[in-house]
C-alpha cells in the first residue's frame, strides 16, 4: 500500500511516549557496551534532564519510567544474581521518582507516568509521595500501579516472605487504590486551603476530615497530609493482561500498558478489557487508552537499518537475556538443555512466551530452532516486545498496520540505545507520522496535566477522571458541607 493511499484515511494523533528505568540496557542487555550508547550515564541528572528535553522536542506525550525493587535471580538459581549483575540486566537500578522533578523543571508539557508497587509501602506515604510529585510537576504525573512479580523484592520488602498468589496481591492492590483514592480525594476538600491572611487561616480544619479506612489489609485513619494536587488523582495507569490484571485494568486503569508480537493478539486483549471495563463497570469505550511497547532501528535505506541491526544485536549479552527471561517467566530457563527447541519443552508458560517470536529477525536462517541462545538473542534487542526496523516510511507502514488491526492507542518506544534511538524518532520517524495523522504538530497549549494531554483538554473538568471512574463521586468538592459530603460516601457504601 503507497504513503498516498494511506493518507487518504481519517487519522488520529497517537499517544507517543518513551519507555525508561533507572539502570542500563533496559529491554536491551549488553548494550550499555555499544560506543553510543549513554544509558550507563543513568546516575546523572543530565541523563534525564538531555532526555526530558529531546522528548518535549519531539511533542512526545511522556515517558513511561519502569522499575523493579528485586534483582532477575531465577536463572541457574535459585537466589543467583551472577548474570544480571555481570551484564547490567536492569542492575543496579535507581528509583524511578527521583529524577521527575528535575526533567518537570525544564519542560512545560511532557508527562511522567512512574511505577510504584503496592508491596514496597504503606499507602499513605505513597499517597504523600504521588500528591508532591503532582504539586511539583504542575499536573503532569501518573501513577503505573504494580503489585510486583519478583519473589527476591518481596523476601526484601516483606519480611523475607514470598510473594502472595497472584490474585492475592490484586485483591491487596485493589484495597491499597482504594485507600490512596480516598486519602486524596475525601479527606480534602478542593476549597480546604484559604491562605486568608486577615484571619490568619491557612486551611480550613472544617474542610478537612479522617477517611477512618478500614479493610482486609490497611487501617488508615487519615486525614492525608498534603493539600489537593493540580489533577487531584494522578492518571491511573496499569501493565499486566492476566484475568486478575485485566479485571483491575477494566475497573481502575486510564491508561494501559499492554505487550504483544502481533496486532492481532494485541487487538484480543484491547478487546477484552474494553469489554469488562464497559459491561462490568460501566464505563464508556474510550474511557481506557492502550499503548504497546516496541522498540524501532531506523536507517535511511531498508538495508541500513539491517545493518544497524545485526550491529546492535552484536552487543547483546545473552546471559544477561535470559536471566530477564527467566525473572519475566518466573521458570528457570537455565533447567533446559542449550540444543533443545523450548516450543518443544517446558510448562505452557515458556512455550507461549516461545511462541511470541513469529518473525525471523535480519541474518536468521529459515530453518533457525527456536533455542535458549536464539531466544536471548531476540530480547538483546527489543526485550519483551517487537522490533520495527527500516527507513522511516516502512516503520510508519507497521506501526499503522499496527494501529488498523488492533485498534491501539498509541505506543511505549524503548530504545535499544540511548539517546540514539530517541533521537531517530524524533528527528525521522515522528515527522513522517505527523504527515500521516498520526502524531499531532505540536502540543495544545503550554502547561497541560497528564489526563489534558493524553485526553484532551475540552470539557468542565478535564484534569480529573470521568464520571464514570470508580474515584469519582469520592472527590469533596467546594461548597459541600463536611455532613453532606460524609452522607455521600455513606449512601456510596451502601450502593456497592
Known sequence: MTINSKEQKTRKPLIINAFDMGCSGLQAPGLWKHPKDRSKTYNSIEYWTNLAKLLERGKFNGLFIADVLGGYDVYNGPSNIKAAATSGAQWPINEPSAVVSAMAAV?????????????????????????????????RVGWNVVSSYLDSAARNLLNGEDLPPHDERYERTE????????????????DAVKLDKEKGIYSDPERIRQIDFEGKYFKVPGPNITDPTPQRLPVILQAGTSKAGKAFAAKNAEIVFIT???????????????????????????????????????????????EKYKELRK??????????????????????????????????AVRGFIDNWTKLSPGDPADLKKTREYVASQITVGGLGPVFYGTPDEVADEIERWVDISGVDGFNFTYAITPGTFEDIVDHLIPVLRKRGLAWDDYPRDGLTFRENVFGAEGDDPSFVRPSHPAY??????????????KKLEDLKNTK
Open 175 to 190: 484495597e491499597y487504590l482504594q485507600v490512596v483514592y480516598e486519602l486524596l480525594l475525601s479527606s480534602w476538600s478542593d
Open 107 to 139: 519542560t512545560k508539557n511532557l508527562a511522567f507516568g512512574i511505577t510504584f508497587s503496592t508491596i514496597s509501602e504503606a499507602p499513605y506515604h505513597l499517597t504523600r509521595r504521588l500528591a508532591t510529585l503532582d504539586h511539583l510537576t504542575n499536573g
Open 315 to 348: 552487543y547483546g549479552d545473552l546471559e544477561g537475556a535470559q536471566a530477564l527471561f527467566s525473572g519475566w517467566t518466573g521458570i528457570d530457563i537455565g533447567q533446559f538443555n542449550p540444543e533443545d527447541e523450548l516450543k518443544d519443552v517446558g510448562s505452557n
Open 473 to 486: 463521586d469520592l472527590r469533596w468538592r467546594s461548597g459541600v458541607s463536611k455532613e453532606d459530603f460524609e
Open 260 to 306: 504483544n508480537f502481533t496486532p492481532e493478539s494485541l487487538a484480543g486483549q484491547i478487546a477484552d478489557i474494553k469489554r469488562l471495563s464497559v459491561e462490568e463497570h460501566g464505563r464508556e469505550e474510550d474511557a481506557i487508552k492502550f499503548v504497546q511497547l516496541v522498540t524501532t532501528v531506523i536507517g535511511e535505506t531498508h538495508e541500513e537499518a539491517e
